[in-house]
């Protein structure tokens, strides 16, 4: 079972839709992340958060809007993708440093833009 | 640039035997590094870590070694199980790298055959 929840599992959207991507975790954890996955690569990093700010954008398109309400809910707020954007969508937490933590993801959200 | 290699995409191994997945970094900043398996429609999952100050951790059936004067790591798993058939993916993280951004090799596919 995973520690992380991100709904939905699955999203279909089309180039003019707005949707959004949701991951919430209750370890308290103060460092959230979103990742993208494509077939058969590692994950990428997109964006970090630690207490709650943004601390890490990967240059990431503006297209992608990153939320986090508090310190156990994180958004990612989609409009207007392209379809190379269809990817797996992954969240994950960690403590935060000093010393290293280990980041928990995740089951992820597979995203279709259509 | 890639600046951590898994060069070995699949890995076939008998139930019982020990699985050796293999792992290569560029960066010398790097001092943290990590273990994650992932099973088809599921997120990375953590399975152990070690940080540069040690050459080996363990953890039941896994052991990580690590050399770093040859900047290389090996996940070490006995005895390999039929459950263990996963994609094994090393990541790499650095105290002067962004806030414990992951960098992750392009993983390997390892099967446990009974």
């Known amino acids: 079972d995973t520690e992380v929840t991100q709904t939905p599992k699955h999203l279909v959207m089309g180039m003019t839709n707005k949707k959004s991507l949701k991951c919430e975790q209750h370890?308290?954890?103060?460092?959230m992340y979103w990742y993208k996955q494509k077939a058969k690569k590692p994950p990428e990093l997109m964006f970090v958060?630690?207490?709650?700010?943004?601390?890490i954008n990967e240059s990431v398109p503006s297209r992608f809007s990153p939320e986090c309400p508090n310190s156990s809910l994180l958004n990612l707020h989609l409009h207007a993708l392209q379809p190379e954007d269809s990817a797996l969508y992954l969240c994950?937490?960690?403590?935060?440093?000093?010393?290293?933590?280990?980041?928990?993801f995740g089951d992820g959200t597979r995203l279709s833009i259509l | 640039d890639q600046q951590v290699k898994q060069n070995s995409p699949s890995l076939s191994v008998q139930e019982g035997r020990i699985s050796i997945l293999n792992c290569d970094y560029t960066?010398?900043?790097?001092?943290?590094f990590l273990w994650y398996k992932k099973y088809p429609a599921e997120g990375p999952t953590f399975l152990i870590s070690?940080?540069?100050?040690?050459d080996k951790n363990e953890d039941g059936r896994f052991t990580v070694f690590l050399n770093k004067s040859a900047k290389h790591l090996s996940l070490h798993i006995v005895p390999s199980q039929p459950g263990d058939s996963a994609v094994y993916f090393c990541?790499?993280?650095?105290?002067?790298?962004?806030?414990?951004?992951?960098?992750f090799g392009q993983g390997t596919e390892l099967s446990v055959k009974p």
């Open positions: 994950a937490s960690s403590q935060v440093a000093p010393t290293h933590q280990p980041q928990h």
């Open positions: 990541a790499a993280s650095g105290v002067y790298n962004q806030g414990g951004k992951l960098i």
């Open positions: 070690i940080s540069s100050i040690k």
């Open positions: 960066n010398s900043m790097f001092d943290y």
């Open positions: 958060y630690s207490y709650e700010k943004l601390s």
């Open positions: 370890m308290g954890h103060r460092a």
